[in-house]
């Protein structure tokens, strides 16, 4: 059994770094996330590709004003493929 599901993710970039999907650990709202002890850090993904422009416009606007590599990050919005499949 196998599904595919397309959600839209955020790439962060900056002169130091390589380009990564960020987590779902950059959520600030963490009462939104009810994670299982035992279950892995996920990608921070939605649903529609406005909620994560949005987001990443709030980023941007939140670390353009700090000293040092903060101010270089980039945030970019990407499409996301999730598959789960048992095996």
Do not use: Q
Not at 46 to 57: D, G, N, V
């Amino acid at each position: 059994m196998t599904w595919d599901t397309k959600y839209w993710g955020i790439e962060s970039s900056s002169p130091l770094t390589k380009k990564h999907l960020l987590g779902a650990g950059w959520c600030r709202e963490r009462s939104a996330i009810n994670y299982h002890p035992a279950e892995p850090m996920r990608a921070l993904l939605f649903r529609t590709r406005k909620a994560a422009r949005e987001w990443a416009a709030d980023e941007r606007a939140r670390f353009a004003g700090h000293p040092g590599c903060c101010a270089d990050w980039r945030f970019r919005v990407v499409r996301v493929l999730e598959r789960v499949a048992v095996i």
